[in-house]
């Protein structure tokens, strides 16, 4: 059974910054892309960023929202993924859920429980 554990989120001043980090386990999640999404209120889910496991190695993809602001990171010998986010906004406060993507014949995704993330402006 997989479980996503996210940690990190509080409180923070606009132009802040907050480390987001996801614990994973329940399966082997080297050959999987991993990642994090966001939900504002009264929004939809959105994409923030990935990284991607392909027969060239891990990528990374994000959006063009969190562009030289945000940075993940994987640990794949601890079962993480990390979002190491700088120069914070307002409209950067969401919930944010860890992504575990399984690219096979029958995709399936996995979800955190999210951390909250506000950015006091």
């Known amino acids: 059974q997989v479980q996503l554990v996210e940690s990190g989120g509080g409180l923070v001043q606009a132009g802040g910054s907050l480390r987001l980090s996801c614990a994973a386990s329940?399966?082997?999640?080297?050959?999987?892309?991993m990642g994090w999404y966001r939900q504002a209120p009264g929004k939809e889910r959105e994409f923030v960023e990935m990284t991607r496991w392909g027969w060239r190695g891990y990528s990374g993809d994000y959006a063009d929202s969190v562009k030289d602001r945000f940075t993940i990171s994987r640990d794949n010998a601890r079962n993480a993924v990390y979002l190491e986010m700088n120069s914070l906004r307002p409209e950067d406060a969401a919930i944010y859920y860890c992504?575990?993507?399984?690219?096979?014949?029958?995709?399936?995704?996995?979800w955190g429980q999210g951390t909250q993330v506000t950015v006091s402006s």
């Open positions: 329940g399966r082997t999640f080297t050959n999987v892309d």
């Open positions: 992504n575990v993507h399984v690219a096979s014949a029958v995709p399936v995704n996995y």
